[in-house]
T-cell receptor
Framework: DTEVTQTPKHLVMGMTNKKSLKCEQH?????MYWYKQKAKKPPELMFV???????INESVPSRFSPECPNSSLLNLHLHALQPEDSALYLC???????????FGPGTRLTVL | GENVEQHPSTLSVQEGDSAVIKCTYS??????FPWYKQELGKRPQLIID?????GEKKDQRIAVTLNKTAKHFSLHITETQPEDSAVYFC?????????FGQGTRLTINP
């Protein structure tokens, strides 16, 4: 299996809702990433997990809470989001620095 | 921090012609340079990459060149086809993370 999968594909939520994004890979990769991508912009790094430990947090607001339950799964918990958080959220994984990052298809998030 | 500049931001070429996209990076310790293609509504997909110990790499119609002294690298697409239309991102691997250029929207005109 050489794919990164993400659920849901689309998510619409109100500013008071709590929701979670899920990411899964079965390539044995030990580094996993969350990116946020706005229209016509490059992916913007949010979090990096290395060997299931958070190694980078790019000063992301606390309304985004990542979780890595095991080496194959990565979650992003969302709470009290703002309309400007509407974006495509991409998950990626890699076998190590300097190797290809495989991207998931993304979750298109709309915050009303 | 690491910065990657990408030019041009938009590029329109006739089908069959060549397209060139250029990037410069700031971190001299960077050693891995991937290029991603992203079609509308789809995920970024790696099309070619190059490591710092190599000056050029080719894969069919796609080639990448790297000049470590000048800290720039370029993507070359020959014999362009309509399916090459997409946004292309260059990136540079820093100490812990991949830094992306701002992207080039490539349009192939039939």
């Amino acid at each position: 299996d050489t794919e990164v999968t993400q659920t849901p594909k689309h998510l619409v939520m109100g500013m008071t809702n709590k929701k979670s994004l899920k990411c899964e890979q079965h390539m044995g990769h030990r580094a996993m990433y969350w990116y946020k991508q706005k229209a016509k912009k490059p992916p913007e790094l949010m979090f990096v997990y290395s060997y299931e430990k958070l190694s980078i947090n790019e000063s992301v607001p606390s309304r985004f809470s990542p979780e890595c339950p095991n080496s194959s799964l990565l979650n992003l918990h969302l709470h009290a989001l703002q309309p400007e958080d509407s974006a495509l959220y991409l998950c990626a994984s890699t076998s190590g620095l300097g190797n290809e990052q495989f991207f998931g298809p993304g979750t298109r998030l709309t915050v009303l | 921090g690491e910065n990657v500049e990408q030019h041009p931001s938009t590029l329109s070429v006739q089908e069959g012609d060549s397209a060139v996209i250029k990037c410069t990076y700031s971190d001299s310790a960077s050693n891995y340079f991937p290029w991603y293609k992203q079609e509308l509504g789809k995920r970024p997909q790696l099309i070619i990459d190059i490591r710092s110990n190599v000056g050029e790499k080719k894969d069919q119609r796609i080639a990448v060149t790297l000049n470590k002294t000048a800290k720039h690298f370029s993507l070359h697409i020959t014999e362009t086809q309509p399916e090459d239309s997409a946004v292309y991102f260059c990136a540079s691997q820093g100490a812990q993370k991949l830094v992306f250029g701002q992207g080039t929207r490539l349009t192939i005109n039939p």
